[in-house]
């Protein structure tokens, strides 16, 4: 394995500036919309920042990668009501600091750039991954990944409440992860000299020592099942508590060990989105990890824009793999 990820590809340097700065578009809508006046069913400042990560993604990599195909989470649709004016006026307004041609009419078409369906060869985003921790003032993540015949091969988070890639710290430098196929999971600060250091998951063989990473969200998960797979394994360990494909970047790193997605009981025919794992999923595989889905076959970015072939997912440090799905049939997850 090479001794540091290569920075100088092309697809790899543009992954890693362009989360970089919609990470920090992102914090700076969060720092600037986000208030404890705000009432808990607000979700303004999330529905600004989305909408802006996305648009300023879109239109770099327009102009970087102009034949590549964008499969992404939002579309303009609901934009261009006359509802929405002031929401779009927003938008323009943040993206602008970055590319001062942003108006109206062009943030829309950039947004939408992302309803491509995934091909042989495409990127997929999620501008946040995380909503609830960014109103929380928690964890939150640009997600970005290039998927090539179905697999994975760079995988890019910007975290900017994650230090040195593991440790949740609100107001520092923030963190950017990312992975290539074969070069392994490698983190930085979002600010300043990239300085990257290699991370590896966790030598933790024994279940009752695990570190299970668990949601504050309950909404996409089964909060029950989780607790007797808790029992089960029998556990011993505080829970690690964060949202967001941040969670990833803390298994990589070593700072847990088990991540479950299982099935909430509200949403029982749930599929994943590909853009809610995939880069994700290879910076665990590529720090040493295994990702699979709850029945352990491998997730399969093939099928469009979900995962369609899976049921869940499971994420460990590879070595509590098998017992994990053992402790899933057992308690029927």
Request: net charge negative.
């Amino acid at each position: 394995m090479p001794s540091m990820i290569n920075i100088e590809n092309p697809e790899i340097k543009f992954a890693m500036e362009v989360v970089i700065e919609a990470g920090e578009l992102v914090r700076q809508v969060q720092a600037e919309l986000v208030s404890p006046a705000m009432t808990k069913d607000d979700k303004s400042p999330v529905t600004v920042a989305d909408y802006a990560a996305q648009a300023l993604v879109a239109k770099r990599m327009m102009d970087a990668f102009p034949e590549e195909l964008l499969v992404a989470e939002e579309d303009s649709a609901d934009l261009q009501s006359p509802e929405a004016r002031e929401t779009l006026e927003q938008i323009c307004q943040f993206v602008g600091r970055q590319i001062p041609e942003a108006e109206g009419e062009r943030v829309c078409e950039w947004i939408d750039h992302g309803k491509a369906q995934p091909g042989k060869r495409y990127w997929t985003l999620d501008p946040i991954d995380g909503t609830k921790g960014f109103l929380r003032g928690g964890q939150y993540a640009v997600a970005l990944a290039l998927v090539v015949d179905g697999e994975v091969e760079i995988g890019a988070l910007g975290c900017p409440n994650l230090e040195e890639g593991h440790r949740q710290v609100q107001d520092g430098t923030g963190s950017v992860v990312l992975a290539r196929r074969g070069e392994g999971t490698w983190a930085a600060s979002m600010r300043g000299e990239a300085r990257f250091r290699q991370l590896q998951v966790s030598d933790v063989g024994e279940a009752a020592r695990a570190r299970l990473l668990r949601s504050f969200e309950a909404g996409h998960t089964n909060v029950s099942h989780l607790d007797n797979l808790a029992s089960t394994l029998g556990t011993e360990a505080e829970p690690v508590r964060l949202d967001s494909q941040a969670k990833y970047a803390i298994l990589a790193a070593g700072e847990g060990d088990l991540l479950f997605r299982l099935l909430s009981p509200k949403m029982p025919d749930y599929q994943e989105k590909i853009w809610d794992q995939a880069a994700g999923m290879l910076v665990v595989e590529e720090a040493g990890g295994r990702v699979s889905d709850l029945d352990g076959n491998r997730l399969d970015f093939s099928r469009g824009r979900t995962l369609s072939a899976n049921r869940g997912v499971l994420a460990s440090n590879g070595r509590l793999h098998e017992a994990a799905l053992e402790a899933i049939k057992a308690v029927g997850a």
